[in-house]
């Protein structure tokens, strides 16, 4: 199918372009931007006046609910939750039942969803066998069966030693690892520590848990010079110990959340369980930081967390009910009501979601490595048009995904995607 986006600002934040322009699209890829050659015949013309044409936004951390987790979310369901938040690009985590530690797991989840022709799904391996921190996956095969990096996901690595073999292999190899950086023992509570958490007698998890993590993780970086991915950094003493192993030379890139840039723990409010929420909601000062370090490039990329959760998990007394939020549909919103509140240039909030994790996927992408996250001539055509006037409720009832939990929920939120394409198809229109 050929398609024309007329008359929308076209931005793309890796290239800094900037300006109102047409898209032409002509078999999947992007053939125009700006002069439309007379012999280019669309099939559809989308109206864009008035608003953004960006990039398809690259989400690094979208859990499907498929395989084992069905009665959380579905992938259809989520898939079309992410379509319908402008996400053309998503990573799985691999804590799903069964794990994705068997080449044939992955094959299965890629095949069904291609088939719903929805958003790009490139599963994260498992690190270890059933993420039970013991024995190393195969790799290599895993990588050949379409994973693009290796992650313990929520669970800890009790072995340091593993941990330390795990990022010889990778490095060797050139593979990538996903950590999210908690301490085992001290990561156990289910808020931050804190006075709130102490008024509340709610076990506490001190910013400790990630700092141990974030030193050990450091020290084996240097020893095998592995690349690592850092998931949800959440304090302010995590974003400095990440800025001093980036000038230090690490081959290291991180992620942050949509819940820790927006909140903070008092936003708990009287134990409302849909702020329970892993990595736990810090204090005002970490809020601050973590958004600092993202309008600086310290932070290459905001994640929506996307953990659909059902009803039953959520109904439960705070510390007992289990943490996670539906968030994909909420990204593209999330990013740009940052950069309105904070006065970040559009393009370097774009880039947190477009091309920043495209450059975390890095070599991962193979031969779409230059076009995902990017709105470039010759590339594929993942991209999406929002209206950055829409106003909008984040209504649970009216969101697409399974999972009905936020704590953004009656939140009043600016701008909205229009549509989406991936691949040179429609894939979502509002």
Same mark, same amino acid.
């Given at each position: 199918?050929?398609?024309?986006?007329?008359?929308?600002?076209?931005?793309?934040? !890796?290239? +800094?372009?900037?300006?109102?322009?047409?898209?032409?699209? @002509?078999?999947?890829?992007?053939?125009?931007? +700006?002069?439309?050659?007379?012999? #280019?015949?669309?099939?559809?013309?989308?109206?864009? *006046?008035?608003?953004? =044409?960006?990039?398809?936004?690259?989400?690094?951390? =979208? @859990?499907? +609910? /498929?395989?084992?987790?069905?009665? /959380?979310?579905?992938?259809?369901? /989520?898939?079309?939750?992410? =379509? *319908?938040?402008?996400?053309?690009?998503?990573?799985?985590?691999?804590?799903?039942?069964?794990?994705?530690?068997?080449?044939?797991?992955?094959?299965?989840l890629r095949y069904r969803a291609e088939k719903l022709h929805l958003s790009r799904v490139l599963p994260i391996g498992a690190l270890t066998r059933g993420l039970a921190g013991e024995t190393l996956t195969e790799m290599l095969e895993l990588t050949d069966s379409g994973c693009v990096a290796f992650s313990q996901a929520e669970v800890p690595l009790a072995n340091t030693q593993v941990l330390q073999r795990a990022l010889q292999y990778a490095s060797? #190899?050139?593979? &990538?690892?996903?950590?999210?950086?908690?301490?085992?023992?001290?990561?156990?509570?289910? *808020?931050?520590?804190g006075a709130l958490a102490t008024r509340m007698g709610l076990s506490g998890v001190p910013v400790a848990a990630e700092t141990i993590a974030l030193h050990t993780i450091f020290d084996l970086m240097h020893a095998t010079g592995a690349r690592v991915h850092v998931c949800r950094l959440s304090s302010a003493a995590g974003v400095a110990l990440v800025r001093q192993a980036k000038a230090d030379g690490l081959k290291l890139s991180c992620d942050v959340s949509i819940n820790s840039l927006h909140l903070i723990d008092n936003d708990i409010g009287y134990f409302d369980s849909r702020a329970r929420l892993n990595p736990p909601l810090r204090?005002?000062?970490?809020?601050? !930081?973590?958004? !600092?370090?993202?309008?600086?490039?310290?932070?290459?990329?905001?994640?929506?967390?996307?953990?659909?959760?059902?009803?039953d998990a959520k109904a439960l007394?705070? !510390?007992? &009910?289990?943490?996670?939020?539906?968030?994909? /549909?909420?990204?593209?919103?999330?990013?740009l009501k940052w950069s309105q509140q904070d006065g970040v240039d559009i393009k370097r909030a774009l880039a947190t979601v477009t091309s920043g994790p *495209?450059?975390?996927?890095?070599?991962?992408?193979?031969?779409? @490595?230059?076009? =995902?996250?990017?709105?470039t001539v010759g590339g594929a055509a993942d991209l999406c048009i929002v209206d950055p006037h829409a106003q909008w409720v984040a209504a649970p009832q009216d969101l697409r995904s399974q999972g009905k939990h936020t704590p953004f929920s009656s939140y009043e939120l600016a701008a909205?995607?229009?549509?989406?394409?991936?691949?040179?198809?429609?894939? #979502?229109? &509002?």
């Open positions: 199918m050929n398609l024309l986006i007329q008359g929308g600002r076209v931005i793309d934040p !890796a290239s +800094g372009y900037d300006q109102l322009a047409d898209v032409a699209v @002509r078999q999947g890829v992007v053939s125009a931007v +700006g002069a439309i050659g007379t012999d #280019f015949k669309p099939d559809r013309v989308l109206d864009a *006046a008035g608003c953004l =044409v960006v990039p398809g936004l690259v989400d690094l951390a =979208v @859990r499907l +609910g /498929e395989p084992g987790h069905e009665h /959380e979310g579905m992938l259809a369901s /989520e898939l079309a939750a992410a =379509v *319908a938040g402008g996400v053309t690009t998503l990573a799985c985590p691999p804590d799903t039942d069964p794990v994705l530690d068997e080449p044939g797991l992955v094959e299965m060797t #190899f050139g593979y &990538a690892v996903w950590l999210r950086p908690q301490e085992l023992h001290l990561g156990k509570g289910v *808020a931050a520590s204090q005002q000062r970490d809020r601050d !930081a973590l958004r !600092a370090a993202l309008a600086d490039g310290t932070i290459d990329a905001l994640v929506s967390d996307h953990t659909p959760v059902d009803e007394p705070f !510390a007992e &009910a289990q943490p996670g939020a539906t968030g994909v /549909e909420l990204l593209l919103s999330l990013v *495209a450059s975390v996927l890095g070599a991962a992408l193979g031969s779409s @490595r230059g076009s =995902v996250g990017h709105l909205r995607a229009r549509c989406t394409v991936v691949g040179g198809q429609v894939a #979502f229109h &509002a």
